[in-house]
């Protein structure tokens, strides 16, 4: 089904350091025996970075990564189907889909919105087994935990350390010896996994070999303790009362590598966390098969990447909710815009873009097209999620989120159908990511992008090395704009971005959010268009031939058993009309964007 989706991968950071000799082989604990409650697991304080720079700013982030979005829409449509044919007693449901204006309203008839997905291997065991295809098999196992469980290693948040296995581990179509054990909750092959994006399917899928014991956004430097055991028998890493990041609650889990290529992961009872993806991933692969893990099993996981995804809050089944607005509409939209009367974007995030096709080249995105599973013969380009309307002010003007009000949210989002991933030629004349910030998805905090919605700021330079960001999320730069298709190269002016912050009057990182005021002393270094499309090559189709017309439609998701609010439905038309006339202003008139449904 997902045979034509394209390799989108992740540059992980990789911190390599010796790993343990590991020692004796251990034998299993007797049942209900915890090997982490004999432990010392003080909190230790993490290193700051050794540039002075600010921590990543994970807390507050209005979207994640979009590069990986699609595919856990995919899954979670697909864990979503395979919860269905276990519930027979749901039988065919069909959300109703009915137009109030040039708003699409969509009733929930329990095929959209997809109830939380608890944890529930608490006190379990898993044994992944190799199958004749390749891949794995799993069944429930053992839930006892090896009691030998070797030296603590040090990992701070977002961390990966080296620790080799002492045999040639078979995993799909590999036999590693080089792992990583990355703080996340989960075991890498050949490279590590420090990066601070989302802990997703899209980071399980197309990472590098994977086993994710818990992947989950962990703190070892918060509270408990990461042990590691390699011997020649078996690789054991446990995970010993370890936070969440910025929270109190803590998971303590152990994943054992054999020489035959099984893979047991083990699970206390006392686990308090909610999200995780748990699964196996031979790296670099957009096949996936969902299982229940909690099911007795065996349960056959083919040659593809195998597991599930543990949500406690709601999820909207983004495929199931584009196929019910086609079946009333016709196929002339390039983007869905998505809107709730429940709370569905879970984590940090405010709102999120999910790009399902493009053919554009020269803008950093690959090649791809997955148009047909959200229901669209191929027009369908992107879908925003913005989540419950509830949350975003009556007037769309009104100011929240930092520097934001609703519709620059809204800009970001739509924006990044085609932004921002631009690398350029530097003055050494390597290829940099100086221009990115957060996830690498957005301008940097230190980029002049002249108070672009898709982050940066407009900068002003004070003269002898000092500099002023002066505004904030407003518009669409020149940059932004080629990229949107909307100017050729010659109309974009020379852009600049400051090397090396420092004396800042408000600490700040790359990934920062934009913010005016905000002083700094650095090396200013002025960019070209040329030297970007140096890297990514020109921009196919060029301005002349990109249409000047983005064709949206505006979508309101009620949940089940609820009633339409007019007042709601009413607010959702007030953001499009008021929309209508941002994005015209934002792209100095050379896109608008039409918001009527088609007739």
């Not at 500099?467 to 999320?473: I, L, P, Q, S």
């Not at 600490?507 to 268009?529: E, H, M, W, Y």
């Not at 983005?550 to 979508?555: I, V």
Request: proline share 5%; with cysteine.
């Amino acid at each position: 089904m997902r045979a034509a989706l394209w390799a989108l991968l992740l540059a992980f950071t990789l911190t390599a350091c010796g790993g343990d000799d590991g020692g004796s082989s251990p034998s299993p604990s007797p049942p209900g025996q915890d090997p982490c409650a004999g432990q010392r697991l003080e909190a230790f304080e993490a290193q700051a970075p050794a540039d002075g720079s600010a921590p990543a700013a994970k807390r507050g982030a209005l979207d994640p990564s979009p590069r990986l979005r699609v595919l856990e829409s995919l899954w979670i449509h697909e864990q979503a189907a395979e919860r269905r044919r276990s519930i027979s007693a749901l039988g065919p449901v069909a959300a109703t889909s009915t137009d109030v204006g040039d708003i699409a309203v969509l009733r929930d008839e329990g095929d959209l919105i997809v109830p939380a997905n608890n944890f529930d291997l608490k006190g379990l065991g898993l044994r992944f087994t190799r199958n004749s295809q390749g891949g794995y098999d799993v069944r429930q196992a053992d839930a006892a935990f090896r009691t030998a469980i070797g030296n603590r290693i040090t990992l701070t948040d977002d961390d990966s350390l080296r620790a080799d296995v002492s045999f040639s581990f078979p995993f799909y179509s590999g036999n590693e010896r080089t792992a990583f054990v990355n703080s996340d909750g989960n075991v890498t092959f050949r490279e590590g996994d420090s990066a601070s994006t989302d802990r997703s399917v899209g980071r399980l899928l197309t990472g590098p070999p994977r086993v994710a014991l818990f992947l989950a956004d962990l703190d070892p430097s918060a509270g408990g303790g990461v042990f590691v055991n390699s011997a020649s028998d078996q690789y054991t890493v446990t995970w010993c009362n370890v936070r969440g990041f910025d929270s109190t609650s803590t998971t303590s889990a152990q994943a054992t590598l054999l020489p035959d290529g099984s893979i047991e992961l083990k699970y206390a009872s006392g686990i308090n966390l909610i999200d995780a993806v748990v699964g196996v991933s031979p790296g670099r692969t957009s096949s996936f098969r969902v299982v229940d893990l909690s099911a007795q099993g065996p349960t056959g996981g083919g040659s593809a990447a195998v597991g599930e995804r543990f949500a406690g809050n709601p999820d909207l089944d983004a495929v199931a909710t584009a196929n019910a607005f086609y079946r009333t509409h016709p196929d002339s939209y390039d983007q869905l815009v998505i809107w709730t009367d429940t709370t569905v974007v879970s984590g940090d995030a405010f709102a999120f873009e999910s790009t399902i096709a493009n053919e554009i080249q020269g803008i950093g995105v690959d090649l791809f097209d997955l148009s047909r599973e959200f229901g669209s013969a191929g027009r369908l380009r992107s879908f925003t999620m913005m989540d419950r309307l509830g949350k975003y002010p009556d007037d769309p003007t009104t100011r929240f989120l930092g520097e934001n009000n609703t519709l620059s949210v809204l800009g970001q989002e739509v924006g990044h159908r085609w932004l921002a991933y631009f690398n350029f030629i530097d003055h050494t004349g390597q290829q940099s990511e100086e221009l990115l910030g957060r996830d690498l998805a957005h301008w940097s905090f230190f980029m002049d992008s002249d108070a672009s919605v898709m982050e940066g700021n407009d900068i002003e330079d004070l003269g002898g090395g000092s500099f002023r960001t002066a505004g904030a999320v407003r518009r669409y730069s020149r940059l932004d704009q080629y990229a949107m298709g909307l100017l050729p190269p010659a109309e974009v002016p020379p852009f600049f971005y400051v090397q090396s912050p420092v004396n800042m009057s408000s600490q700040k990182a790359k990934d920062s959010a934009p913010q005016t005021g905000v002083t700094f002393n650095g090396t200013r270094r002025d960019v070209l268009i040329g030297d970007v499309i140096s890297v990514h090559g020109g921009r196919v189709p060029a301005a002349a031939q990109s249409p000047r017309v983005h064709r949206q439609a505006f979508l309101y998701v009620v949940g089940a058993g609820r009633s339409v609010d007019s007042g709601q439905v009413a607010k959702v038309d007030r953001i499009r009309q008021q929309w209508e006339a941002f994005f015209l202003q934002a792209t100095d008139g050379r896109m608008r964007a039409d918001t009527r449904l088609a007739q």
